[in-house]
C-alpha cells in the first residue's frame, strides 16, 4: 500500500527503475523547473528514456510544466497520467500599510545567479527620477559584482542588500515592513515561490513572463512583462505604477493567493489525491 513520492524530477528518482523492478508500488513525481525544462538544465537531463516509463503519475506545478511534458514526452508517458499538482504558502498575514510619506518601496527575492538577471533592476533604476528604495533578499555568487554596479546608481535610489534570511526571516519582513511593489525579472522559472509568498501578503508583483509566472501574475495583481523586457522598458513600468493608487492591486493579489496558492487547500488537494493512488 506505500507510494512512492519524489519531490523532484530528477536526483534520487534515478533509483525508481530499480525500485519499480523489484516492487509494483505506485510512484508519484513532481515536476518544478531544472528537473524539467531541460532547457533549464544546460539542454540535457539524463535517463529519461529509463525513468519516466517506471513513473506512474506525472505531478507539475503548472500548466506550463504539464504542457511541456506533454509535448516533448508523448512516447514515455501516458497524458491522462499528467496532472497539475500546484504548490502554495500559508497565510502569515497581510502585509502593513505606508503609514509614512517615505520613498516608494520596492523589493525583490531571490539568490543571486545569473539566471535572476538583477543586474537588469539595477539598469532599469538608473532611469528612475522619483524617490524609491529597492531592498534585495537573498545572496550568491554575483554579491560583490552587484554590489559594485548598485553604488553607481543616482542619489534618489536608496539601495539595501539584506543579504541571506531563513524564509521565517523573509515571512518576518513583508509582516513588518510595508512593501509597494515586488519585482522578479527572472529569465527561467517554474512557478516561484518568492511571488506565491509576497501575493499571500497582498503585495503586487512586477515578474517577467516565464515558465508558469504566467498562472499566478497578470495585470489584475501587477503586470506581466515580456522575458525579453529592456532596462529602459523596466523603469517605465515601475514609474508607472508608482504612480498609481495600487490599494486595489493588493486586495486581488491577496484573492489570487487565495485562489491558486494556498497551502493550506493545495496540500489537503494532494493528500487527497494520493490517497487515493493504487
Known sequence: EDKLYFYWGDKSILI???LKFKMNN????RFHRTDLYEYAKGGYIPFRQLVFPAIDWFLPISADGKRYLIENYSDLLDVEKVRISRLGVFDNGINPENNEASAFQLVSCSYMVPVKRISLIIDALKSVDFQLKWTHIGTGQLHEQLSACAKAL????????????????VLNF??????????????????????????????????????????????????????DISANEIAKKITHLASQNLDELRKNARIRWNDISNAETNYTEFVEFISERN
Not at 542619489?155 to 541571506?164: A, D, L, P, T
Not at 512557478?191 to 503586487?204: A, D, H
Open 16 to 18: 525508481l527503475p530499480f
Open 26 to 29: 505506485t510512484a508519484l513525481v
Open 154 to 169: 543616482p542619489s534618489n535610489i536608496h539601495v539595501e542588500f539584506s543579504g541571506s534570511l531563513p524564509n521565517k526571516g
Open 174 to 227: 513583508y509582516q513588518q515592513k510595508h512593501v509597494d511593489l515586488f519585482i522578479n525579472v527572472s529569465a527561467s522559472e517554474g512557478v516561484p515561490v518568492s511571488i506565491m509568498e509576497v501575493l499571500s501578503f497582498g503585495i503586487p508583483v512586477l515578474a517577467t513572463d516565464v515558465g508558469g509566472t504566467s498562472e499566478i501574475v497578470d495585470n489584475l495583481v501587477g503586470e506581466l512583462l515580456k522575458t
